[in-house]
C-alpha cells in the first residue's frame, strides 16, 4: 500500500510535470474555481453591455423645445442635429438626394419660416413629418422624382404664406394634405406629370390671393372646378390652365 507521504511526493511530481509542459500555470493552481468566477463576470458584463445597446433603440424623446434658427439637411447623418426637437424658428430645408427616411424628424411640428423639400432623389414619403402641424411662412415641394402621395403631413393644417407643389413626377395625390385648412396667400400647383385628383384638398377653405393650378397632364380640369366651388375665402386672382381637358356635368359655379 502507498503511504501518504508517498502519494504526496507523486501528486507533487505530476504537478510539476503539468506546468513544465505548459498545461497550467501556478496561478491556475492557486485560484482554483476563482478563475471560473472571474469568466462568469465577464460574461455578465457583455450580457449588461448588450442589454444597455439594445435600449438605445427606443423611441425618440422630443424634450429638446424649439431649434432657434436656420437648419439643412444635405445628409443623413445631419438629422442627428436635429432630433428631439419640436419647432424650428427660421427656414428648414432638406435637400438631401441619399436620404431614406426623415424619421429623426418624428418630433416636429412646427416650422417657424419655411420649409423647403427640394431634390430628394432617394426619399420615398414624408412620413418622418407626421407630427408637423404648420407652416409659417412658405411650403414649397419640388423636384422630389420618387414621392407618389404627401402622405407624411397628414397633420398639417396651415401655410402661413405660399403654398408651392411642382415638378414632381411621380405625385399621384395630394391626400397627405387632407388638414390643410388655409394657405394665407397663394397657392401653386403645376408640372406634376401624374397628379390625377385634388382629393386631398377636401379641408381646404381659405386661399388668400391668387390660386394657380397648371401643366398637371392627366389632371382633370373639373378637379380644380370642384376645388373653387369648395373655397369658402376665394383668391382674388385664379390661373388654371393646360390641365386634362374634360367636360363638367353638371358646371361647377367658379369653373373658369
Known sequence: MIGIRNLLLILTLAIAAAISAGCWSMQEI???NDAGADTDTDSDMDTDSDTDTDSDTGPIE?????????????????LSTIVGYS???GNLKINCASCADLNELGCLTAVGEDLKIHYNDALANLDGLSSLIS?????SIHNNDTFTSLDGLSALTSVGQDLWINFNDALTNLDGLSALTSVHRTAIIAFNNSLNNLDGLSSLNSVGESLAIESNDILPECEVCDLL???AS???TIDVHDNLDDSCTPVPGNCP
Not at 431649434?67 to 447623418?77: C, D, K, L, P
Not at 407652416?135 to 411650403?139: A, R
Open 135 to 139: 407652416v409659417g411662412d412658405d411650403l
Open 234 to 236: 376665394g383668391p382674388t
Open 229 to 231: 366651388d369648395q373655397l
Open 87 to 89: 419647432s424650428i424658428s
Open 30 to 32: 492557486l485560484m482554483g
Open 62 to 78: 422630443c424634450t429638446l423645445g424649439e431649434y432657434i434658427g436656420n437648419f439643412e439637411i444635405h445628409t443623413q447623418s445631419d
